[in-house]
Structures are given as structure tokens and as C-alpha cells.
């Protein structure tokens, strides 16, 4: 099988970090309605319309618990519309969202993120003006059970809290995804690499069983592409994560998931393996167009 001409294939190990590649090994399960019922996140029949503009148009997918799920297609696909609607951004026009067997489709955002859903943003979502280690903190905001009064004096068990999540924070997110050195940086000084990792950290603090991850190398040269893929599988490994990721680098895609489904104008057009994906006739058009012939 030839690969694709593009992309990164990642060197075997870095750094003492984990070998590239899938953790979990999914269900062979293919029929849908079967995958719907044993999957952590499962989509039903999702539409979305902006006036008389269909963004998503009958969507379904089915996300396993332990697995790397990959969202691909086109620009202007529907990509980020399925994320606004899992993460309660957007509210369907018509269809399902379940997670973890409980129908969320009308939960607000903050409810989502109680229920440990957690997201990162194609386009840096970051507090510029404060640290690493602030920003990071935000991420645990879900998790504090002080009240409005406690919280704003600091004392009591509202103090005990707020130090006990920092040190968590310092313990369990800094020093996994090597940010000890910068943690007390304002994160607008720095490099857009790092500013991506710490988005990452924010998302990762909220100890998520779910993570979305929109885009999470777009604009990253080679290296910093490598280091940021090497992160994600290392958490997602020892957090035994279930991510569902939008990206564009098709070797990255290739190279980790263990699911793909491929959008085109608000319809999926393919899901399966990446090999599988890869070959699909309808996949290789909505990229290359429809002049290319397909043995």
C-alpha cells in the first residue's frame, strides 16, 4: 500500500517517551447501530443549520472508551461544528449527542465539562496576560466546591482547595508535559509551540474522560509537531484518555488513530481503520477532486 504524500511519520521513540501509535485495540465490531451501543460518545443522526446553511447535515458517529478517534476532511467540512456541538457551544438542529449513556444534547457547556468533557481550541484560547501555572489552575475551576464569599476571602477550606488543586496541577500536569521551566511565564511571551502544550495542560487539568482536540498542530513546524504528538499519545496513555482530534497533518492521523471518519460539505462520506480510510475512493475525491482516477 502506498502511503500519502504528506505528513509526518514519527521516529520510534524521543526523549524516553512512548512508541508512537495506538494504545487501545478497538472493537472490530462494524455495525453501527452494535458500536453506538458499547461506545462512550456516540452522535445520532446530527444536523446543524445557520439559516438556510446546512453545517452538518445527518451525522453519526460512535467514539469507543479508550480509543484515538480522528475527525478529517476538507475545509469548511463540518469539523469544528461537531466539537461546538459535543462540547454545548452549538446546539444541534436536529439529532442526538450521548455520552456515557446519558443524552447531553441540551446540556450547557459548564454541565459537559462536570461530566469531564474537555476541549482544546484551533486557534489559541489562552489568557495571554497570565502565567502558565494560572492558566493551567483554570482548568480545576470545575472541580472546587468553596462557595463565591469563600473563594474571595481565601481561607478556610476554600484556601486548603485552591492549594491542593495547585499542587495537583504541579504534580500531575506540569511536570507531564515538561513545563516546569516556564510555569511561571506569562504565556503571551511565549513561542506559539509551548502556548499549544499549555492549552493542552488547561484542557488535561480538568482530569477529562473525554478530550477533544481541535486542531492541536496547526501551524507547528516538523519538530514541534513531533514533540506535540508525542505528548498527547504519553497522557493519553497514562490518563487512559478517550480523544477524539481534528487534524489536518494526515501522517499524524495516520501515524496514531484508531478510527477515522471523514467529513465533506456536512456529511460523513467514510469511517474505519486509517488504512482503510485512506484507499476509500469517495475520501481520496473530496481532497483531490474528481478528475483523479481511483484504481
Not at 451501543?37 to 447535515?57: I, T, W
Not at 483554570?138 to 478556610?156: D, K, N, Q, S, T
Not at 488543586?165 to 504534580?171: D, G, I, K, T, Y
Request: charged share 25%; aromatic share 6%.
Amino acid at each position: 500500500m502506498t502511503p500519502w504524500p504528506f505528513g509526518l511519520i514519527l521516529p520510534a521513540e524521543k526523549s524516553g517517551g512512548p512508541s508512537p501509535g495506538p494504545w487501545f485495540d478497538p472493537s472490530s465490531v462494524d455495525d453501527e447501530g452494535a458500536r453506538k451501543q458499547m461506545a462512550l460518545l456516540a452522535l445520532e443522526d446530527l444536523h446543524l443549520s445557520f439559516g438556510g446553511v446546512a453545517a452538518l447535515a445527518g451525522v453519526s458517529l460512535a467514539v469507543d472508551a479508550g480509543t484515538f478517534f480522528a475527525v478529517i476532511g476538507p475545509n469548511g467540512a463540518g469539523k469544528t461544528s461537531i466539537f461546538n456541538c459535543i462540547s454545548g457551544i452549538y446546539a444541534p438542529t436536529r439529532g442526538r449527542i450521548v455520552f456515557d449513556g446519558r443524552d447531553i444534547t441540551r446540556l450547557p457547556p459548564h454541565k459537559r465539562a462536570e461530566l469531564r468533557i474537555a476541549r482544546t481550541f484551533q486557534n489559541i484560547a489562552l489568557f495571554r496576560g497570565m502565567t502558565v501555572l494560572d492558566n493551567v489552575k483554570i482548568g480545576r475551576h470545575v472541580h472546587l466546591r468553596a462557595g463565591v464569599l469563600a473563594c474571595g476571602l481565601y481561607y478556610g477550606r476554600a484556601a486548603r482547595a485552591k492549594l491542593a488543586h495547585r499542587a495537583l496541577v504541579e504534580r500531575e500536569i506540569v511536570d507531564l508535559l515538561e513545563l516546569q521551566d516556564i510555569r511561571h511565564k506569562i504565556v503571551g511571551t511565549l513561542p506559539y509551540g509551548l502556548q499549544k502544550r499549555v492549552e493542552l495542560a488547561r484542557a488535561l487539568a480538568l482530569d477529562p474522560a473525554l478530550l477533544l482536540l481541535d486542531e492541536p498542530t496547526a501551524g507547528m513546524n516538523a519538530s514541534e509537531t513531533e514533540d506535540m504528538v508525542r505528548f498527547i499519545l504519553h497522557v493519553a496513555r497514562i490518563k487512559r484518555l478517550t480523544v477524539v482530534m481534528i487534524e489536518h497533518d494526515m501522517g499524524v492521523v495516520m501515524d496514531i488513530s484508531d478510527r477515522v471518519a471523514v467529513l465533506d460539505f456536512g456529511k460523513k462520506i467514510a469511517e474505519g481503520p486509517p488504512a482503510h480510510v485512506q484507499q476509500d475512493a469517495n475520501v481520496i475525491k473530496a481532497y483531490l477532486g474528481d478528475d483523479v482516477e481511483v484504481a
